[in-house]
Each structure stands twice: as structure tokens, then as C-alpha cells.
């Protein structure tokens, strides 16, 4: 039973690197490997490369349903509708994709037209209209994974459930999904798009975990957790079974690990900040836990199902810096990416944020890594195009990303410390808090590898959600815990409000809160109650190796990322080893 | 641009974007909560438009003309004024417009709403012959709490209407708070400054556009399928070096029913296809269309004088006056060239739509099915969401496959649509592109027209009916044209 040592794992796979943590008796050592093809060998060759021995709690964080979903390489999939309304994943909203460029196309769908059926029988918002007719059900051919989504089954799902029982029935080897099984909430497309996600997805995504969880078991780990889009954890089994709760599983982690370090560090209200490479993903951590939002498009389909409400935006260290016909400088979306890198890498690259930052003295002549950058090609590649000019365009992207997660989600930014990670975030953060009047910018010791920090402190989470869409009067008994979606009779869209013992006055102050009026007078309705089973996650303590102050301006180099602390802002480090930065 | 320019630009389009999602989150009829038919703006101390939020290209187009008229009432900071008076500054009168004062400029917000009173529920009549027939005129004037009452009290659901436009006073109230924060924060010279420079860097970008395009005059006619017989819309369309001038004469008289066009909302369509042939990607302000001039003789469909009906001017003559100048420059095929408009509503209920159908095939590639095509895109009304506040029941909702003209490029295909109503009521349909299908371009074959049926029965293309409990309207729309020979 004892054991000498007891350590907790969490290894993040990304585009570029797979990064690892270790919580040893309460030491963290980090390990950052190349990821290869296959996903499951980055894993272990990421836990070998930290010394992971002794480990009792594995947790991970994905990007193979994501991937998948962006490069279309999950399931032939099929998708069974009503009669009537086969084509609902083509309908979409019927809005185009570009206001003015008219024959720009919306992704395609996942399931082509010739492999979306119909089925007589329908369910209305009263119960069943007409009675289902099995016999009507087409053969689905040679389909690996279908997808149902039947009008009202979030209401009444016997029709769907009959018609998922006959298919499991006639195709015994392809993964069948009901949409009231993963997104039981009103609105039928964006249902039936998380459905087919969810179908199309399932088979690469469970081959992957279960050859990931049987790698392991033979590398003497314990079966891995799979960090959620919600940023939860859940089982192999749960994630392979429905992939589209995986989509934002690692940036989740990331989002987790920042509100750890902010907790720890004694700021309840934190924004977190990941720049990278390509692209910058920011999260309002109200309470020092991620703020969730209800549905999130990835890949131009919308998911609706709980998500860490990030905000992502196509800029980061590596995006190309171009000037347009106006004389704008643009940044991004366009990156440089790993190969040719930034053109201070002296691979040819061209310009970038990254060599703007190397001009303006904000980068260390060499890299951790042996990198030595070449101020010259960096000079060369920006040609007339002032370097701070750079920084400033590319800080307004990020201030407008920032404000959309907290001004106009009704949160003065002022009241929040910003949480700076990912290779570039440490760069950026002192001149964008001073843009938001923010006092305090939180640099975690692991800054280079906070996603993967976030997995081994995740919290063991199952979201469960039930739709009522009634008079919240006639609503009986709710659970304690959890959130209430309310809205005004007749109103579409909801107010999340924590469920609590008089809802009504909570719902009316906080739509006079978020939209400057209340109308006691109308009636209230229950659109769904949200509750999550949660099992804490592993109480981590971290030990530093040594503490520094820091006067700006000046450049500190940490794992992974470097932290440019201007003029005007000094701080120390605390006993995370996290550099708390103050003006 | 500077890059102070940039930051205060992104700025200011946040403010008119988040005014949107405060319109469409706290509104109360489907049409703007679920279909989002409204669009919000920012304009500067002289009523140029500064910042827009991307919705719905006839609304944004139209806008000056509202803020102009406002401003003679000389609003002081935090009034409101209201207007739908489509020739003192509105489209058609159900997009009710309100404009306030913020501590510098001018915020916007137009929204279609439901029911504006008039002679058929929904305020979508086929057989208006004057704008009195239409609804409620509201010249410019300050929102007040009577005039709140009026609106209400002329309306057939008042609940609704004040849930509306309280949901567009609270987009306003928020575009002041944060006008004022802007100014604070950055000083109000120098936002000042901005707003200048953001109207000029448009015209900049736009001029220079224009003037890559080769120089010329190209001119064409269509025609749109009036009560009374075809009307026919002529135009030329001359680009002179970085400018583009526009003029209809020879465009036929105006209606005698209600397919006109007030000046406001033929400039409109007019810059939706500058936007479309120049900048498509640029985030406009008044500056991108300096550089056009839009005339036609007065009286004519496409400049009506009052108190000349227009309901349908805005959705349907619209439509025909882009088809019109895109067949003109010859480089595209016609999309369905109707929104399709289904109005539906008794004492208990208002409900209206419109409906997607084929886009024209492009130089470029196949035209997309099932979607707006040219001045409006609105979504449309989940099947759930409808059924659970109106007596209609959706019984299809598929597209209409092969529908869409064949060609190198196909036409994109329309849709069809059957709502069956639960309870008696009025319908209004108005529609185009029933007798001629969208024209294809360059030997590429014609959309399939679109079609109105009423338990299996065709309706002319316009149609105001007494429906009972149980009738199924059908919508086939049309599909787009293609381009090229196959």
C-alpha cells in the first residue's frame, strides 16, 4: 500500500510541443518534447523526458478531436432528421459567410447531402404530433457514425431514442449519437451541428484514447483524465464517448492552471492571458475560476455545450507583420509558424511580432535552446515599419480581446489582475494592463507550460444540463447548487443567474445590471437548470527554486517565455515563484 | 493609418457591435432576437457614419439620411429621437430608428419591428396604395414616454413593441456610457481627430479601389413583378477614375402599390454593390461612399415622393436595383432577387420572416444555397423557437435541390418552406422572381423562378389573404443564376 513517492502527472499536447508537469512531493518539474504524428508516443515520451515515476494521477489535454474536426478527418458519418427537414445542417441559419464577398462558402457540412435522411413521425413543443413510423427510417449504408436530431427531443426524446435503439439495431458497428444525449437545449441546428460533431468525431477520438490509455497502462501510469472544453475532467471512457465536451481541452487547462496561480497568489478576480505563437486566447476568471459560456463555434460549427468562455484571436508572437494599400500595418492572421519562424530565426522568415520585440531590446540574445537571434535579418524584414508601431497594432487586437471578456460581459477590468502566459503573454501584459488600469500582472513560474499545470490541478467535473423552458412560477423544487438560465417571457436569450433561494429578484437585478432596465412586471422564465458533479482536484503546493525582485524596465528570462517588465512596474516573485508585477 | 487611429477605430466598432448584442439579447420578438433584423452604428458630430456593426446592409446604407434628419432637432446628451418616416430619414415604417446624442456624435439603431399598425397584421400589406395604409408615421422627434405610449398604442402587440424598443433604448444608453469612457480615457480631441481621420482613410481606400477598376459606363434593365403589371428599372453605372456615378433614367414612374423606393434606400443598394466590387473586407464609415453619386428623376420607382406606399420598396425593389447594376457589369449572375417576405398575425400573434434562397454563381465559384443574397441577411427562426411562441408549426424546411441555374459555376439552390397556421389568420406575402427566374451571365442558365402556394395553390407574387386554421402556406424561393456555359 505505501508508497515512497507519490506524484501527479499532467502532460498538454500541442501543435508544436507537448508539454509536461510533475508534482513531486510537492516539486514540479517541467519537460517540453516535439509532438510527433502520434499523439499517444508525445505523451509518454514527454512523462519519460520529466522522470514521471510513482504516478498516481494522470490528466491530459488534447488537441486530436480539434485537429480532427479542423482538418476533416473523423468519421463517415450520416445524419437522421425528421422528414421534412433533412437538410437542416446545410439550412444552417440561412446567413451567408461574407456580407459583401457573395459566393464566399461557410465551411461544408460534416455529413454530405446524400447521407442526411429523413424519418416520419414528429414531436412538437406539446408532445408527439404524429406518431413515429420506424418503417419510413432509410438505410443508413455504409455509415461509421450517425448523428439524430429530432425537433422537440429536448423535450421529448422517445422518438429520437426509438429511432438511435433501431439504428444501433440495423448497424451494429457504427457509433450512433441522439442529439438529446449531448445537447438536450431548443434550437435545432445548432443541436444537430454539436450532434454530428460529436458522431463524426467519436471513432478517431476513442481509437486514440484507448491506445493512449493502454500506452500508459504499459508505461506503469494510471489511466489518463481527459481535460473538458468546460474545464473539468472526465474519464477515457466519457471523452471517447462524446468528443465534441474535448474540443478546447487544452487551452481549458491553461485557463485552470492561471486561476490556480491567481487563487494562490491571493487574487480572487483574474483575466487569463496566453499569447503564442499564432494566436492569443484570453478568459475572465471571476472568482478565480473560468467563466463558461453556453455554446462556442469551432471550425465555423456551432458547439452548444459548456465551454471556458475564451476569447480567441489570430495574433501572436509569430503572426506577419504587412502593410496595406492605406498604409495600415496589419498583424496576423498569417504566422510564421515553427518553420521559418520569425525572421530573427535566420531561417528566412519574414517580419514578425517577435522580431519587433527583439528591436525594441524586449528579447534576450539567445534563446534557452541555444537560439541566436539575428537582430539584422530582423531589421532587414521590418524595413521602414517602426517596431513599436508593430507592438501597438498588435496590443490593440489583444486590448479589444480583453475588453470583449470583460467590459462588455459587464466586468470593470480594474477590478481583475491579469494572469500572463504562453511563449509571448509575458511580453505584452505590463502595457496592456496599464491600457486597462490594471495594477497587477501575475507571470507564473511555468508560464512557457501552464496548461499543462492547470490538467494535473483540474477538478473532476460532469456537466449536466435540463432544459424546462416554463413559467419560473410553476416550477417546483431546484437543486441547491448549480445555475438557473432565465430569461423574460418572450425574450430568446437568457441571463445565467446562480441558483439561489428568491431567483426572480436575481434575475431582475441582473438584467437591470447587464442591460440598464428591469421590467418587474413581466413573467420569468426557466430556460434550464446547469449542475456539475465535482470531485476536487489534487490539493498541489508548489516549491520555488529561487525568489528575485525585479525593477523595470528589464528582461526576465523563465521557462519557455520571457517577461519584458517596463518602466515604471517592479516586483518579486512570491512563494509559487510566481512574478507578481505591480505599477 | 496611424496606429492611434487603429486602436480608437477597433474601439469604436466594439461599441456599435456590442450595442447589437444588447439589442438582440434583451429584444423580445423573433425577428430581432432570433433573426437579428437590425443593425447599430456610430456617427460623428456632422452625422458622418464612423462605425457600423456588419448586419444588414439596407439598414447601414440608409442610415445617414436618419441621422440628418435628427439632427435638426438639435438632441442634447442622453435624448433619443425616434423616426420611421421613410421620407424624413426611414426605409419602410416598420424599421423603427432611433438616434441619440452621446457626448460626441451620434449612436444608431434600426430594427425591424413585428407590427407598426396599418391595414394588415405584421405592417407587411401587398395592396398598400399609400404610405398611411402602412402603419404608424413617426417623423423625427424625441423618444418621451408618451411617444412610447403612441407607439405602443398603435401597434397590434404593444407588450411586445415596448419589450423592443426598451431593448433598443438600452443599446443606446450603453453606446453613451461608452462613448464617454472613450473620451475620458483618450480625450475627446483626439477622438474627434480619429473620427475625421477614420471617414477619410475609407475614402482613401475606396477612391483608390475604384480607381484600379477600368474606366467605362455599362448600363442594363430589369424588371419587378408589380400588382398591376411589370415595372422596369434602368440604369447606368460609370466609373471616371476614382469615382463611380450611378443615375436611373429611364427607370418607370413610381407604383401606384407599394414598390417604391424612398432616395434613401436606392443609395443603399447602390453601396452595397461599391462594397462588393471595391472593399469587401474593409470596415466601412461614411468615407466609402464619397466617392458615389446616385441619381434618379424624381417620381420615378426608385425616388418616390410622398405619400407614395414602400413596404416592399425596401426588401423587393432593393433587390432588383443590385441585380440590375450587377448585370450592368456583366462579371456575375443574379442571386434570388427577393427576401420572400411571410407576414402572418391576428389579434393574438404578429409574425413576419423573410427567407433565403439561391445566390448567382460568381467569377469565382459555385453561388451558395439557401442564404440572403444581397441586402438583407437575416437568419432565420429556429424551427423550436417559432413553434414554442406562435400558432404556426413548421411542416418542411429543406432546400429546393436543382433550383439553381447550371453553368461552369452553378446557381446556388432556394428553399422550401411550409408553415401550417393553427389559428385563423392574415397572410402577406411579398415576393419577387415568381414569373422570371435570377438571370444567369455569360451563357449560364436562369434560376428556377420561385413560387407562393396556399394548400397547393399558386399566389401571384404579391398576396394579402384571409387564412383559416389548418392552411399550409408553401414558399419554393428561387435559385440563382449560373455563369458561364456548362
Known amino acids: 500500500m505505501q508508497s515512497t513517492r507519490v506524484a501527479i502527472l499532467g502532460v498538454d499536447v500541442g501543435g508544436t510541443f507537448t508539454d509536461a508537469v510533475l508534482l513531486d512531493g510537492g516539486r514540479v518539474r517541467t519537460a517540453k518534447v516535439p509532438t ?24 491530459h489535454g488534447t488537441t486530436v478531436a480539434t485537429n480532427a474536426l479542423l482538418e476533416r478527418r473523423g468519421a463517415r458519418t450520416a445524419f437522421v432528421a425528421n422528414e421534412g427537414f433533412e437538410h437542416l445542417l446545410h439550412l444552417r441559419r440561412q446567413t451567408r459567410a461574407h456580407l459583401y464577398r457573395l459566393c464566399d462558402e461557410h465551411p461544408p457540412p460534416l455529413v454530405p447531402l446524400e447521407r442526411c435522411y429523413g424519418v416520419r413521425g414528429r414531436v412538437g413543443p406539446n408532445g408527439e404530433l404524429e406518431p413515429l413510423d420506424l418503417s419510413t427510417l432509410p438505410d443508413v449504408g455504409d455509415a ?83 481535460m473538458l472544453s468546460s474545464g473539468g475532467v472526465a474519464s477515457v471512457d466519457e471523452a471517447a464517448a462524446h468528443p465534441a465536451t474535448i474540443l478546447v481541452s487544452g487551452p481549458a487547462g491553461g485557463v485552470v492552471g492561471a486561476g490556480l496561480v491567481a487563487r494562490r497568489a491571493g487574487f480572487e478576480q483574474a483575466i487569463a492571458f496566453d499569447m503564442g505563437g499564432t494566436s492569443t486566447d484570453v478568459c475572465l476568471l471571476p472568482g478565480g475560476r473560468a467563466a463558461r459560456v453556453a455554446e462556442r463555434a469551432v471550425g465555423g460549427l456551432p458547439i452548444r455545450l459548456p465551454t471556458v468562455d475564451l476569447h480567441t484571436v489570430g495574433a501572436g508572437g509569430g503572426s506577419l507583420v504587412t502593410r496595406d494599400a492605406g498604409g495600415a500595418i496589419q498583424v496576423g492572421p498569417e504566422s510564421a509558424g515553427a518553420h521559418p519562424g520569425p525572421a530573427c530565426y535566420g531561417a528566412g522568415g519574414g517580419a514578425t511580432v517577435t522580431d519587433a520585440n527583439l528591436l525594441l531590446g524586449r528579447l534576450p540574445a539567445e534563446l534557452p535552446g541555444g537560439l541566436v537571434l539575428d537582430r539584422a535579418a530582423a531589421e532587414r524584414a521590418l524595413g521602414d515599419i517602426d517596431p513599436q508601431a508593430v507592438i501597438d497594432v498588435v496590443n490593440a487586437e489583444m486590448l479589444r480581446a480583453l475588453r470583449v471578456v470583460s467590459v462588455e460581459r459587464g466586468h470593470d477590468p480594474r477590478d ?76 430568446s436569450f437568457e441571463l445565467t443567474v446562480p441558483l439561489q433561494h428568491d431567483l426572480a429578484a436575481a434575475f ?14 413581466r413573467e420569468i422564465e426557466l430556460v434550464a437548470v446547469r449542475t456539475a458533479d465535482v470531485t476536487p482536484g489534487p490539493d498541489v503546493s508548489l516549491h520555488v527554486t529561487d525568489c528575485y525582485k525585479v525593477e523595470g524596465p528589464a528582461l526576465v528570462e523563465l521557462h519557455g517565455a520571457t517577461c519584458w517588465v517596463p518602466a515604471g512596474w517592479h516586483g518579486e516573485t512570491n512563494d509559487d515563484g510566481t512574478l507578481v508585477l505591480r505599477r | 493609418m496611424n496606429v492611434e487611429l487603429q486602436v480608437i477605430g477597433s474601439a469604436l466598432r466594439a461599441v456599435a457591435e456590442e450595442m447589437g448584442a444588447v ?24 452625422g458622418r457614419m464612423i462605425a457600423q456593426a456588419e448586419h444588414i446592409p439596407v439598414h447601414l446604407g440608409a442610415m445617414p439620411d436618419a441621422v440628418a434628419a435628427a439632427m435638426s432637432l438639435c438632441l442634447t446628451p442622453g435624448q433619443v429621437c425616434i423616426l420611421n418616416d421613410p421620407y424624413t430619414g426611414g426605409t419602410h415604417l416598420p424599421d423603427v430608428t432611433l438616434v441619440s446624442r452621446t457626448s460626441l456624435g451620434y449612436a444608431v439603431s434600426r430594427a ?53 424598443l426598451r431593448a433598443q433604448i438600452s443599446a443606446h444608453r450603453l453606446a ?26 475609407s475614402e482613401r481606400m475606396v477612391r483608390a479601389a475604384i480607381a484600379r477598376l477600368p474606366d467605362g459606363t455599362w448600363s442594363a434593365e430589369d ?219 455569360d451563357g449560364g442558365e436562369d434560376g428556377v423562378p420561385g413560387r407562393t402556394l396556399v394548400n397547393g395553390e399558386e399566389q401571384p407574387a404579391k398576396v394579402t389573404r384571409q387564412l383559416h386554421a389548418g392552411d399550409v402556406i408553401r414558399i419554393e424561393t428561387p435559385g440563382g443564376g449560373g455563369l458561364g456555359s456548362g
Not at chain 1, 170 to 189: C, K
Not at chain 1, 424 to 447: F, K, M, N, W
Open chain 2, 112 to 164: 425591424h419591428h413585428a407590427d407598426v399598425g396599418g391595414m394588415e397584421p405584421a405592417s407587411l400589406p401587398a395592396f398598400s396604395r399609400e404610405l398611411y395604409q402602412e402603419g404608424l408615421i413617426i417623423p423625427p422627434m424625441l423618444l418621451t414616454a408618451e411617444v412610447e405610449q403612441l407607439f405602443a398604442a398603435n401597434a397590434r402587440n404593444p407588450d411586445e413593441r415596448r419589450g423592443d
Open chain 2, 23 to 46: 439589442l438582440i439579447r434583451s429584444a423580445f420578438s423573433a425577428n430581432i432576437k432570433e433573426r437579428r433584423d437590425c443593425s447599430t452604428a456610430i456617427f460623428d458630430e456632422s
Open chain 1, 416 to 491: 481583475f489582475a491579469l494572469v500572463a502566459f504562453g511563449g509571448a503573454g509575458p511580453l505584452h501584459a505590463c502595457a496592456l494592463a496599464e491600457e486597462l488600469d490594471i495594477e497587477a500582472v501575475l507571470v507564473p513560474e511555468a508560464a512557457g507550460v501552464l496548461s499543462a499545470l492547470g490538467l494535473v490541478a483540474g477538478e473532476e467535473r460532469r456537466d449536466r444540463v435540463v432544459s424546462y423552458v416554463r413559467p419560473l412560477a410553476e416550477v417546483g423544487e431546484l437543486p441547491a447548487d448549480g445555475d438557473a438560465d432565465l430569461r423574460y417571457r418572450g425574450q
Open chain 1, 144 to 226: 461509421e457514425a450517425v448523428a439524430v436530431c429530432l425537433l422537440f427531443s429536448f423535450r421529448d426524446p422517445s422518438h429520437e431514442r426509438a429511432v438511435v435503439e433501431e439504428l444501433r439495431r440495423r448497424n451494429p458497428g457504427a457509433h450512433v449519437v441522439a442529439s438529446h444525449e449531448v445537447a438536450p437545449e431548443f434550437r435545432e441546428y445548432e443541436r444537430a451541428s454539436t450532434t454530428a460533431v460529436d458522431a463524426y468525431l467519436a471513432p478517431v477520438a476513442a481509437r486514440y484514447l484507448r491506445a493512449l490509455a493502454d500506452a500508459a497502462r504499459d508505461a506503469g501510469l494510471p489511466e489518463p483524465l481527459v
Open chain 2, 223 to 441: 424588371v419587378v413583378e408589380a400588382v398591376d403589371g411589370e415595372l422596369t428599372i434602368r440604369a447606368s453605372f460609370e466609373i471616371a477614375g476614382d469615382e463611380i456615378r450611378i443615375d436611373f433614367t429611364g427607370t418607370d414612374p413610381q407604383d401606384s402599390y407599394n414598390l417604391n423606393c424612398p432616395m434613401s434606400v436606392t443609395r443603399s443598394a447602390c453601396y452595397f454593390v461599391v462594397r462588393c466590387l471595391t472593399e469587401p473586407d474593409l470596415p466601412a464609415s461614411g468615407g466609402a461612399f464619397a466617392p458615389v453619386a446616385v441619381t434618379a428623376p424624381e417620381g420615378c420607382l426608385v425616388h418616390a415622393r410622398a405619400p407614395a406606399a414602400v413596404v416592399a420598396g425596401n426588401t423587393e425593389t432593393a433587390s432588383r436595383i443590385v441585380d440590375v447594376l450587377f448585370r450592368a457589369l456583366g462579371n456575375r449572375a443574379q442571386g434570388q432577387g427577393t427576401m420572400n417576405n411571410v407576414a402572418l398575425g391576428n389579434d393574438g400573434f404578429t409574425y413576419y420572416e423573410t427567407i433565403g434562397g439561391g445566390q448567382g454563381a460568381c467569377a469565382d465559384g459555385d453561388g451558395p444555397s439557401g442564404v440572403h443574397v444581397a441586402m438583407s441577411n437575416t437568419l432565420i427562426t429556429p424551427v423550436e423557437a417559432l413553434e414554442l411562441s406562435y400558432p404556426l408549426r413548421v411542416e418542411r424546411w429543406h432546400l429546393r435541390t436543382g433550383s439553381g441555374g447550371a453553368g461552369r459555376h452553378r446557381g446556388g439552390d432556394g428553399v422550401v418552406r411550409e408553415l401550417r397556421v393553427l389559428e385563423d389568420c392574415r397572410l402577406s406575402v411579398l415576393a419577387e422572381r415568381r414569373a422570371h427566374g435570377p438571370h444567369g451571365a
Open chain 2, 176 to 201: 453613451e456610457r461608452r462613448i464617454d469612457e472613450l473620451c475620458t480615457r483618450r480625450g475627446r480631441e483626439r477622438i474627434a481627430a480619429a473620427m475625421d481621420e477614420l471617414y477619410a482613410y
Open chain 1, 508 to 521: 431582475h437585478h441582473a438584467h437591470e445590471e447587464r442591460y440598464g432596465h428591469a421590467e418587474p412586471e
Open chain 1, 36 to 59: 510527433a504524428l502520434r499523439q499517444e508516443e508525445s505523451v509518454l515520451a514527454a512523462a519519460r523526458a520529466v522522470g514521471a515515476e510513482g504516478v498516481v494521477h494522470f490528466a
